[in-house]
């Protein structure tokens, strides 16, 4: 088997690994929504960013669909952590649909923010992927009235004349690292800058933890959805010290990765649940354990 037989081998698990407080009051409400209402449930796009819990509701009987269109009047929309815009809950009523809100507090707090913003008079930057189901949330709420600027492109800065008064929001999964990039190109740039940093504490801890584990271990796993921003982000972070493989599950791991490996590094992203992570380790310990002593270490 795998690894160094004179050694000790270590699982590092990251504290903070896993899902966060905004996924897990999504998935509450998602569940008692279920279970009290007798009518379709449906979720517009995914209600988290991970495949298999997703795949797990809907065998649950909370369908996501990718329009309107799909869903029988009469039915319940939950509105999915990462928020819509209003024009969308509106044209939902509209249809006969019932609105179950489970955007993530942080998430509400980024559109509010960017709508005051825009009230004050101040052009809206938002920090973050255009493609990203929040990013796209918070640009509806301002009725399209924001920049997006992707912090490795910073291209659309020099195409476009800024108002002297800028706004800026953040992507709740951005990096702090991220976000400064865009303000110091901003900078020059304006005569008046306005920042609400609303990167998630939960995203900044499991940042901070990543390169912790990463300067101890000698590889890196780090599990969920590979349509998370957050999750992608983590193993970002974990390749430019050690090598890191970004997993959805224990499916995809391969043992000639801990090949004279003494220390394993696990971590996790805001929308993978516990038991996601407990299997990895689990096939960790069943598959590299010959005559070995295994040590679980919670950091």
Not at 180 to 185: D, I, L, S
């Amino acid at each position: 088997m795998i690894g160094n037989k004179h050694g000790r081998k270590k699982i590092l698990i990251g504290e903070k690994a896993g899902c966060c407080f905004g996924v897990n009051r999504a998935l509450k409400i998602a569940a008692q929504t279920r279970k009290n209402h007798s009518e379709n449930v449906y979720t517009l796009g995914p209600l988290i960013h991970n495949p298999r819990v997703i795949q797990k509701l809907a065998g649950e009987g909370i369908t996501p669909i990718e329009s309107l269109d799909q869903a029988a009047p009469g039915g319940i929309l939950i509105i999915r952590s990462h928020g819509v815009g209003p024009q969308l809950v509106a044209a939902a009523r509209d249809k006969g649909l019932k609105i179950v809100d489970a955007t993530c507090p942080f998430v509400k707090q980024e559109q509010n923010l960017a709508m005051g913003l825009l009230n004050q008079g101040y052009e809206v930057v938002v920090v973050g992927e255009a493609s990203h189901a929040e990013v796209i949330a918070v640009v509806d709420s301002l009725s399209g009235q924001a920049l997006v600027i992707a912090p490795d492109d910073l291209t659309p800065l020099a195409e476009r004349k800024l108002s002297p008064r800028v706004g800026v929001v953040c992507q709740t999964t951005q990096s702090q690292e991220g976000l400064n990039r865009v303000v110091n190109a901003l900078l020059p740039l304006v005569k008046e800058l306005k920042i609400y940093n609303t990167i998630c504490s939960a995203t900044t801890q499991r940042q901070n933890e990543v390169l912790a584990l990463a300067k101890t271990a000698q590889v890196l796993l780090v599990i969920g959805g590979k349509n998370s921003a957050n999750t992608r982000h983590l193993a970002e972070i974990g390749s430019s010290l050690v090598p890191t493989y970004h997993i959805e599950d224990k499916n995809e791991i391969k043992p000639e990765w801990f090949r004279n490996i003494d220390t394993i590094g696990i971590t996790a992203g805001a929308s993978t649940p516990q038991e996601q992570i407990e299997e990895v380790v689990n096939w960790l310990e069943e598959n590299l354990q010959e005559e070995l002593e295994w040590t679980k270490e919670i950091k």
